[in-house]
């Protein structure tokens, strides 16, 4: 078999068979094929497509570069929530504490946050000491022990994306639904939670702008995941403005906190709900969605969703003393009040623009090796669709240095309009 075939084969709009993809994912991973190769292939996907067959075989072929774990013999049922990213996308943090109070294990594997969208290691990270690494024993330790582990991909898992997500990061080839659907659900797959469900987003702050896009990418996640002998179920969402009021790390944390106390804003709770009871469904836990979300709305008050993730960050060896006191995790050094040049309605709060200017006051990362300011990001005051007056504040940036500031500045004033 030769690369140049393979590519050309895919140039050229026609489909390419199993062993092929097996041939380039195997010998890309031990490094006989070069990136440069590679990259002309990915280019072809992009612009060529994979039809569904093809996805399917790329992902097991992607998932079988690594090791694989098999979660049936923990005695309860297991469920994961994997979403495709976005601005103030801190739902994974909350979910974790409320499923596993239901008897359910979830084995939430993330990643971390690249350009305008966050991740929630970063996010955890917030948190002192708290620890994201762990390997194959330990992972099941905090199975066993607690239900629950909030922990960083391990190397093994799954290798052959993580090689192809930073040549896509750099080549433009990300938002291919066939290959996001190979880079979620090989990593899905080797993790080996038994049932998924999907948050697949869209508008500005996602992958896919286009809602229609977005349902085509959930039916491929569904679809391979059933092949691959999992449940599997999906929201939509809208991803055109950040999620809730918070976006960076430390503000996330506290926004996730405030989640769990029955105190989030309107629109993580929901969404919140609306992946919690469909995890509880698709466990077994309970039949419809509609008595999954009032069991779950019912704990709130009971301070247990508190304690679980308490649990958790012990376990993790990080600060638990941050449910009661924010300022363990240490703010940013100044504050600045965006203010409204009038009376009006806020009309637009664009999400993606709102996450890279978060991003510029140091709360993400533009190149892998940046380093992360966890106490820098956005409070966002008045959302989308509120009134506002003249000299009211909208937002706060939390931020550590001017020159940052000036440039989240930037990008706030582009995204916002008030009419
Ligand atoms: N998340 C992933 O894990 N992979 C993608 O390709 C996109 C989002």
């Known amino acids: 078999m030769r690369v140049y075939d393979i590519i050309y084969k895919k140039r050229n709009g026609n489909e390419i068979s199993k062993e092929e993809i097996e041939f380039i994912i195997n010998n890309y991973v031990n490094g006989k094929i070069p990136d440069y190769q590679v990259s002309a292939l990915l280019m072809a996907i992009f612009f060529r497509g994979m039809d569904f067959k093809e996805t399917l075989n790329l992902t097991l072929a992607m998932t079988n570069s690594g090791e694989t774990y098999k979660l049936d013999d923990l005695d309860l049922p297991t469920v994961d929530k ?87 990061d750099v080549t433009a080839t990300v938002d291919s639904i066939s290959l996001i659907t190979a880079s979620i659900m090989s990593k899905k797959i080797a993790e080996g939670a038994e049932n998924l469900v999907f948050d697949v987003k869209y508008g500005s702050g996602a992958f896919m702008k286009e809602k229609e896009n977005a349902e085509k990418l959930a039916g491929y996640l569904v679809k391979v995941s059933n092949i691959a002998g999992r449940n599997a179920d999906f929201v939509l969402s809208d991803m055109n403005t950040p999620l809730g009021q918070m976006i960076g790390n430390r503000l996330e944390i506290i926004e996730s906190i405030e989640i769990l106390k029955g105190q989030g804003p309107k629109d993580t709770t929901d969404l919140t709900e609306e992946l919690g009871a469909k995890m509880l469904v698709l466990a ?136």
């Open 82 to 168: 994997h979403s495709t990213g976005g601005v103030g996308d801190k739902i994974s943090i909350p979910l974790v504490p409320i499923v596993t109070s239901f008897d359910v294990i979830v084995p939430m594997m993330s990643g971390r946050g690249l350009g305008h969208t966050g991740g929630t290691l970063d996010k955890l990270e917030a948190i002192p000491n708290f620890k994201v690494n762990f390997g194959k024993e330990d992972f099941f330790d905090l199975l066993r022990k607690n239900k629950a582990a909030m922990i960083g991909q391990s190397e093994k898992i799954a290798p052959a994306d993580r090689k192809l997500y930073a040549l896509r």
């Open 284 to 419: 077994g836990i309970y039949e419809d969605m509609g008595t999954a979300k009032k069991e779950i709305q019912k704990r709130y008050e009971t301070g247990l969703y508190l304690d679980r993730f308490r649990k958790i960050i012990e376990l993790q060896e990080g600060n638990p003393k941050v449910i009661d006191d924010y300022n363990i995790m240490i703010p940013s050094e100044y504050r600045y009040e965006f203010k409204s040049d009038k009376d009006g309605i806020i009309i637009k709060e664009d999400a993606y623009l709102f996450g890279m200017a978060a991003l510029v006051t140091g709360a993400g990362r533009e190149r892998k090796e940046d380093e992360i300011d966890h106490s820098c990001g956005i409070e966002l005051l008045k959302k989308e669709g509120e009134n506002v007056s003249r000299n009211e504040t909208i937002l706060i940036i939390h931020y550590n240095n001017e020159a940052k500031l000036r440039n989240s500045l930037k990008y706030i004033k582009k995204g916002i309009s008030i009419e």
